[in-house]
């Protein structure tokens, strides 16, 4: 079993962070590749860097996920003006 090498790849915004992984299962069927192309390709309309990396690679990657843009649109801000 060489599972660890089985390719995978990830999305990778243009901050640094991974925020998608898709294994590529080299006994997958026809709709199943379909699929990780279809995902691939909204990815890249995302304007995501796509890297083929191995499935170790994700595993020893603690973090998944991008913080950087939403800080200040996670709650709606009210302000009030007082006169
Ligand atoms: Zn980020």
């Known amino acids: 079993m060489d ?3 089985t390719r995978t ?3 990778r915004k243009s901050c640094g962070c ?3 992984a898709m294994v590529d299962e080299p006994n997958a069927n026809q709709q ?3 699929e990780l192309a ?3 390709a909204s ?3 995302q304007g995501l860097t796509i890297e083929s990396v191995t499935v170790d690679y994700v595993r020893n990657m603690q973090t998944m996920g991008c913080k950087c843009d ?3 649109q996670d709650k709606p801000q009210l302000k009030f003006k007082v006169q």
Do not use: A, Q, T
Request: with cysteine.
């Open 43 to 45: 990815c890249i309309r």
């Open 70 to 72: 939403k800080p200040k």
């Open 18 to 20: 991974v925020v998608f």
């Open 9 to 11: 790849y990830i999305g």
């Open 38 to 40: 279809k995902e691939i």
């Open 3 to 5: 599972n660890d090498l």
């Open 32 to 34: 199943s590749k379909r």
